[in-house]
């Protein structure tokens, strides 16, 4: 039996988002490769995943997961405080300490659930924390989740951050300043060493998001040893360029014993499927084996500002905003009629009017493919002067 007043507001609801150009809907998406897509039967060229390397489908990574299925099942079968933590687990944290040159590492779920779990650790009511206004909205619920009260900084404003500290820090017991690393649907980068040497001053603790820093910034170490600059909480994600599923938190020793007695998201969730742990490590021994892998998806978004004349990628991540979702929405299906996927991102993920075209570019990408999308946007961008497009891919 349904309920009329639910199913009533979930159609006002959705009715609202529509009219609005807002409405999100899953298409399927069959990934055979490490970079093409294929949707209602057309095979697109993916510059929308955040598979930076192409380790989703690398044989090594493939046949690493399948023999951790062989060995230890397709499930934990309970949290790591209880009966889930599989060997593969710690070995895999100290792959990442190693890696980040921490001193110890947490693995979580995933990115989400490990920051919705590991502010709060930290701070409570009557703390405080400062939080960069583009931040991803997993730091912003964790941000929430604390409990404490939770300002927000212009975008990479360090001076503005360090405005609120010195204005709000001294009435609060703990403090966090919190930032995406690699901004997730801008590709900036956040002003570590600036940020950190505030933190430093007020007594505040930095965490850092490093979703799309780790395996293509700093030679795969991530954005903080890209701007060499130490920082106490790295949080990070295996789903992206490491090609798996799951989250980590890299900090001190005492820092991951207290997240591993108190963290609500790690303690209540069941552990990582054990698979996701041996394909991270096997994606770790690629990326420590290839820094020139590493360097590659730069590279190409590098080469496609230049082709526009657009700033300087700074990271595999390059927006182009089209203001209004609409409009996003348009170019999104221009592309596609040439033969590439490219998502349009539209608010609440991004701020109201400033809907986009988010590239995300990987290391399979020939420096043809990056030529032909770069022609293909030049065409949407400007009509008139579009040199002649490439022939159609097919
Ligand atoms: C994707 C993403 C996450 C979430 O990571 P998952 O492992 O996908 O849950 C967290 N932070 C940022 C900046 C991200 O882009």
Redesign the pocket.
């Known amino acids: 039996m349904p309920t009329r007043s639910l199913d009533d507001f979930a159609l006002r609801k959705l009715a609202d988002l529509d009219a609005r150009g807002l409405r999100r809907t899953l298409a399927e998406s069959a990934r055979e490769d490490g970079i093409f897509v294929t949707r209602d039967g057309r095979r697109l060229l993916s510059f929308s995943c ?1 598979d930076y390397l192409n380790l989703t489908h690398h044989p090594a990574v493939k046949a690493a997961a399948i023999e951790a299925i062989g060995r230890y099942g397709a499930g934990a079968g309970a949290s790591r405080l209880v009966t889930g933590n599989h060997p593969l687990f710690e070995a895999l944290e100290a792959r990442l300490a190693r890696l980040k040159q921490t001193e110890a590492a947490c693995i979580f779920g ?4 490990a ?1 919705a779990g590991i502010a709060p650790v930290f701070a409570g009511a009557g703390d405080l924390i400062v939080i960069d206004e583009l931040a ?1 909205a ?2 912003w619920a964790g941000a929430r989740l604390s409990a404490a009260r939770t300002l927000t900084f212009r975008h990479n404003d360090a001076a503005h951050a360090a405005d609120l500290l010195a204005r709000h820090r001294a009435g609060s017991g703990r403090a966090l300043l919190v930032t ?1 690393g690699v901004f ?1 649907m801008d590709g900036d980068l956040a002003p570590l060493p600036e940020l950190a040497a505030i933190c430093a001053a007020h007594d505040v603790w930095l965490l850092t ?1 490093d ?2 820093g780790l395996g293509v910034i700093g030679a795969g170490r991530g954005s903080a040893f890209a701007a060499r600059t130490a920082i106490p909480l790295q949080m990070g ?4 360029a490491i090609g798996g ?3 980590y938190l890299c900090a001190s020793k005492a820092v991951i014993d207290l997240v591993k007695t108190r963290s609500r998201t790690l303690i209540y969730s069941t552990a990582l499927p054990p698979a996701m742990a041996g394909a991270a490590i096997a994606a770790l021994d690629l990326i420590e084996a290839n820094p020139k892998l590493t360097e590659a998806p730069l590279v190409k978004a590098r080469a496609f500002t230049s082709r526009l004349g657009l700033p300087p990628a700074q990271s595999p991540i390059v927006p182009l905003v089209t203001g209004t979702p609409e409009a996003a929405l348009k170019a999104s299906a221009t592309l596609a009629e040439e033969g590439f996927l490219v998502a349009a991102i539209r608010p609440p993920t991004v701020p109201q009017g400033t809907a986009r075209l988010r590239f995300a570019f990987t290391a399979a990408h020939s420096d043809e493919d990056v030529a032909r999308l770069a022609a293909a946007v030049q065409k949407i961008l400007d009509p008139a002067r579009a040199e002649p497009l490439c022939p159609r891919f097919s």
Request: glycine content about 14%.
């Open positions: 955040n995933s990115g989400y659930l920051n991803h997993c730091l995406d997730s998001d979703a799309h994600t295996l789903s992206k599923y799951g989250g």
